[in-house]
Structures are given as structure tokens and as C-alpha cells.
């Protein structure tokens, strides 16, 4: 399973934004950012739509199963 805190602080690192930035773009505060990156705290939709945009990135959301990525990634084309 992928980490919500764990892309979003990838992707902050990536676009060379501080926690304390990001969190003025999402409208939300740096404490908060730091929980969600240390998997303390689990963002909302809402917040993790906010961080998204604030990072020029797209939230998706993926409902595939384990085994369904796990056939997929063997099919060879």
C-alpha cells in the first residue's frame, strides 16, 4: 500500500518547497504537514487535494487490488 505521506513529502522535496510553504499554499499548518509526511496523520480528500494542487500535482485515487496490479505488471506486450 502506498503512503499518503510519504508521496507528498517526495513530491515537496521534489519541487523544493518547505513544509512551512506548502502549507501556506494548501491552507493548512506546517505542523500539520509534518504529521501527514511522518504518517502521524492521515490528511483528508479535501487537504490532500489542497497539498496536490499546491504541488502542481493530480490526485487520483486508484481502487485497484494488490492482484490486479500484480497480473498487469506481468502482462508483456
Known amino acids: 500500500m502506498i503512503n499518503a505521506g510519504e508521496v507528498v513529502k517526495a513530491w515537496r522535496i521534489r ?18 504537514i509534518s504529521r501527514i509526511e511522518s504518517g502521524r ?22 481502487f485497484t487490488s494488490d492482484s490486479e496490479r500484480t497480473c498487469a505488471s506481468n502482462v508483456r506486450t
Request: with cysteine; net charge negative.
Open 15 to 32: 519541487r523544493g518547497v518547505s513544509q512551512a510553504r506548502l502549507a501556506e499554499l494548501a491552507g493548512t499548518g506546517q505542523a500539520a
Open 41 to 62: 496523520d492521515l490528511p483528508t480528500l479535501a487537504l490532500l487535494g489542497r497539498i496536490a494542487a499546491a504541488l502542481d500535482c493530480e490526485l487520483t485515487i486508484d
